[in-house]
C-alpha cells in the first residue's frame, strides 16, 4: 500500500508564502503523474498543480504565476511552491499520485489570514 504524507501547511498572511511537501513511500518515478489538490470549505476538490514523469507541469489558472510544483526524485518527494498568498487558498491541501492505482495523502491545512 502506497502512502503519501503531506506537510508545510500552516496560517499565513496574505502575500505571504509555504511551501508544502509529499513524501511517497514507494519510488516517485513509479508513478506517471504526481499532482496537488485542495478542497475549500463547502466546496468541491480542485486540481491544483501536476506534474508529469518527464517534468511537465500543468497548473490552474488560479494559482499560475504563484505557484510552483516540482519533484525531487531521491527523496521521493514532491513540492508546491506557493507565494502571493491570498484568502481564497485556504484550503485542504492533498497529494495525488497515478501509477497503476490512484493515491490520496491526508491533506494539510493551509490557512491565508487578510
Known amino acids: 500500500q502506497v502512502q503519501l504524507v503531506e506537510s508545510g501547511g500552516g496560517l499565513v498572511q496574505a502575500g505571504g508564502s509555504l511551501r508544502l511537501s509529499c513524501v511517497a513511500s514507494?519510488?516517485?518515478?513509479?508513478?506517471?503523474?504526481m499532482g496537488w489538490y485542495r478542497q475549500a470549505p463547502g466546496k468541491q476538490r480542485e486540481l491544483v498543480a501536476t506534474i508529469t514523469i518527464g517534468r511537465t507541469t500543468n497548473y490552474a489558472d488560479s494559482v499560475k504565476g504563484r505557484f510552483t510544483i516540482s519533484r525531487d526524485n531521491a527523496k521521493n518527494t514532491v513540492y508546491l511552491q506557493m507565494n502571493s498568498l491570498k484568502p481564497e487558498d485556504t484550503a485542504v491541501y492533498y497529494c495525488n499520485a497515478e501509477g497503476g492505482s490512484l493515491y490520496w495523502g491526508k491533506g494539510t491545512l493551509v490557512t491565508v489570514s487578510s
Open positions: 514507494r519510488r516517485i518515478f513509479s508513478f506517471n503523474v
